[in-house]
């Protein structure tokens, strides 16, 4: 499964958060982390409008067999029609060089999570135009 967000305009920038889950659907704990990665996330992207790789995952026994490749080239395929640049943020080394050979390339210094979590690699493609 991927998760691909559209470019972000200024209308978008100005909504406002959305409110808090309800109590007990979310421990504070998990809560507070989730809220202090996302800051974390969104200070580091890029201002200008990209597609944003949110999330992308392959079931465990799908792994090393081109699923996770595939699903990134449908995303590539979109963004290229719409010469828009994209950008993610890698959480394992094995998913940078999956990017990086993607065209791919780093964008910024790895950003440790807090609390001792692991660390993300912001990375960015040019658009197609971009890449001529």
């Known amino acids: 499964m991927s998760l691909w967000l559209p470019p972000v305009d200024d209308v978008t920038r100005r909504r406002p958060a959305p409110p808090p889950a309800p109590a007990g659907h979310v421990d504070g704990l998990i809560a507070h982390r989730f809220a202090a990665v996302s800051e974390l996330v969104a200070a580091h992207r890029p201002a200008e409008p990209h597609l944003y790789l949110a999330s992308i995952g392959v079931r465990a026994d799908l792994r090393g067999r081109g699923v996770g490749g595939v699903l990134l080239a449908e995303g590539l395929r979109v ?34 999570l807090p609390d001792g979590g692991p660390v993300l690699w912001p990375m960015r493609r040019p658009s197609s135009s971009g890449r001529t």
């Open 79 to 112: 963004a290229d029609a719409e010469n828009l640049p994209t950008y993610l943020e890698a959480s394992t080394e094995r998913s940078r060089r999956l990017y990086l050979r993607h065209g791919f390339r780093d964008h910024g210094r790895p950003l440790p």
